[in-house]
């Protein structure tokens, strides 16, 4: 009968596949005897191609940045601490003022173009921020890279447009597996490859190597995105003219409602959780209507700001020597921390899912800050370990990691889909695009403010809580704030996520780049 045959069919499918399957039966409830529309597998190749080699840009600095600007300003641990906060903190500032920008340009010229701009100025910037001489040329390399990286949410407008309802989720978990490779195979070259003419033998008498030790990773990235760019050029055909002829496949096969979702609402009322509007004052009013918006908001810049700042402090931490509360971390220490935590993130992409949708976002949101909470106030407590078993500080620093790595779509994931929810039917775009520019913002604030609070911490002196740890005390208490903050949401908004599965299941797959960009 058919259920042995869906049954054999199933088993004999791929891990992404299934998952698909999965997605589309129990939650999109889109019968298993309707034909799943083929994916266009060489443009999501491609685009894969892409999204690789931009992730690889963004992410090849975290395993030397520190190194670099110790070499550039010739200073010491606290010098370090001030400047090191500016390169990440830099790109993400860059990032935030283009993207809206770039966002317009590929709705009006097309997806194709504006992808092909990020991957070969990524190249660029990349290899100018390789040849660097300068703290100055450094930044500005990190601000062009930011400029023109707008990757992610171009490639999700392509996946749009190239797929229907029945095979969007396979689509989305194809992106969110290949930005995950980008980020575990960038800090992974760039911790490897940095400084080769003082680690490997071979690179010993190469003067380009010795002049300037951090280009090897830069140009074996900016290779990868050249190579990936040429096949693009070539291969990667358009999406946005078979945009209309998608939407129509779609009206056949789910409804939509004037809120712009594809699904039908449920039977819960509207003004179940809606604010009322009671005031007679303007100002009161607009509190009163987009409290629920505010705070969604708030929830999605502290999850940005607290996530960023531990990952950008880790490469400055974790490199002092042990007898200074570090860890005396290589760049190859550094790059085998990253890849580890690329599959450790791989894998909490398709944790989240289930759990999720069992849970509702809300509890996600406080079940990732209390988890964020802990490995915040926990990791540089390692440095202690290193002084007493230094045997113990791999194993102590992974399970801080895998920690910090599975609370990541908890977090993002959960707080974007909170933010699209609480925007009213035809606010999405601008709520989003608000959301996205704040949370921005603190993407770029979050790395430079601590950087520097950590090079005060370093050398005032002082004993617990403002030694060496208190910055990574302020950012637990952004996670904690992140938890209390959850508990201001009224309790049939939380219960809204319990009743109303099929609506928030395309807004997951929407949202699963938060949780790995």
């Known amino acids: 009968?058919?259920?042995?045959?869906?049954?054999?069919?199933?088993?004999?499918?791929?891990?992404?596949?299934?998952?698909?399957?999965?997605?589309?039966?129990?939650?999109?409830?889109?019968?298993?005897?309707?034909?799943?529309?083929?994916?266009?597998?060489?443009?999501?190749?491609?685009?894969?191609?892409?999204?690789?080699?931009?992730?690889?840009?963004?992410?090849?600095?975290?395993?030397?940045?520190?190194?670099?600007?110790?070499?550039?300003?010739?200073?010491?641990?606290t010098d370090i601490g001030y400047k090191s906060g500016y390169l990440p903190g830099s790109y993400f500032l860059a990032q935030g003022a283009s993207a809206t920008i770039l966002g317009f340009l590929s709705d009006r010229y097309g997806r194709k173009p504006m992808l092909l701009l990020g991957v070969f100025g990524s190249a660029c910037s990349t290899l100018f921020f390789g040849f660097s001489m300068t703290y100055t040329w450094a930044i500005m390399g990190r601000i062009m890279g930011g400029v023109v990286d707008g990757s992610w949410a171009i490639a999700k407008s392509y996946v749009s447009d190239i797929t229907d309802i029945t095979n969007r989720t396979q689509g989305f978990i194809t992106l969110s597996v290949a930005w995950s490779f980008g980020l575990m195979f960038g800090p992974a070259v760039g911790g490897f490859f940095s400084q080769p003419a003082t680690k490997y033998a071979i690179f010993k008498d190469v003067q380009l190597l010795i002049d300037f030790p951090y280009v090897l990773p830069c140009i074996i990235t900016s290779s990868f995105a050249?190579?990936?760019?040429?096949?693009?050029?070539?291969?990667?055909?358009?999406?946005?003219?078979?945009?209309?002829?998608?939407?129509?496949?779609?009206?056949?096969?789910?409804?939509?409602?004037?809120?712009?979702t594809q699904y039908e609402e449920s039977s819960e009322p509207l003004e179940d959780w809606r604010p009322k509007v009671t005031s007679k004052y303007k100002l009161v009013r607009i509190w009163q209507k987009w409290k629920l918006t505010f705070l969604a908001v708030a929830s999605y810049a502290l999850t940005a700001i607290s996530i960023i700042s531990f990952d950008e402090i880790i490469p400055i931490w974790s490199l002092l020597p042990i007898s200074e509360n570090g860890?005396?971390?290589?760049?190859?220490?550094?790059?085998?921390?990253?890849?580890?935590?690329?599959?450790?993130?791989?894998?909490?992409?398709?944790?989240?899912?289930?759990?999720?949708?069992?849970?509702g976002q809300i509890n996600s949101l406080r079940f990732g800050s209390l988890l964020l909470f802990i490995t915040f106030i926990a990791t540089p407590h390692i440095s202690e370990i290193a002084k007493n078993s230094p045997t113990l500080i791999w194993p102590a620093i992974l399970l801080c990691a895998f920690v910090r790595i599975f609370a990541n779509p908890f977090c993002f994931t959960a707080a974007n889909i909170v933010v699209n929810e609480t925007a009213y039917p035809g606010t999405n775009g601008i709520v989003n695009g608000v959301a996205f520019?704040?949370?921005?913002?603190?993407?770029?604030?979050?790395?430079?403010?601590?950087?520097?609070?950590?090079?005060?911490?370093?050398?005032?002196?002082?004993?617990?809580?403002?030694?060496?740890?208190?910055?990574?005390?302020?950012?637990?208490?952004?996670?904690?704030?992140?938890?209390?903050?959850?508990?201001?949401?009224?309790?049939n908004f939380v219960n809204h996520f319990f009743l109303n599965k099929k609506k928030q299941a395309e807004s997951m797959l929407q949202s699963l780049s938060e949780s790995t960009v």
């Open 1 to 77: 009968g058919l259920i042995p045959t869906h049954a054999n069919k199933f088993h004999s499918m791929s891990t992404t596949s299934k998952i698909s399957h999965l997605f589309k039966t129990k939650v999109l409830g889109i019968s298993p005897d309707v034909k799943t529309t083929p994916l266009p597998k060489l443009s999501l190749v491609l685009l894969c191609f892409c999204l690789v080699s931009n992730a690889m840009a963004q992410s090849n600095i975290f395993s030397f940045y520190g190194f670099m600007v110790h070499d550039l300003v010739k200073g010491n641990a």
């Open 327 to 359: 860890l005396d971390f290589s760049t190859n220490d550094l790059g085998t921390l990253w890849s580890i935590l690329g599959i450790t993130l791989l894998l909490s992409v398709f944790l989240y899912l289930p759990i999720s949708l069992r849970i």
């Open 226 to 260: 050249i190579i990936s760019g040429l096949i693009s050029v070539f291969f990667l055909p358009e999406s946005l003219p078979s945009k209309s002829s998608k939407v129509e496949n779609e009206d056949l096969l789910l409804s939509s409602d004037n809120s712009g």
């Open 437 to 491: 520019a704040v949370g921005t913002l603190f993407k770029a604030m979050g790395p430079i403010v601590l950087s520097n609070l950590f090079a005060w911490s370093l050398g005032n002196g002082m004993g617990y809580p403002f030694n060496y740890c208190f910055v990574f005390n302020v950012i637990s208490l952004t996670a904690l704030s992140m938890f209390s903050m959850s508990f201001l949401y009224p309790k």
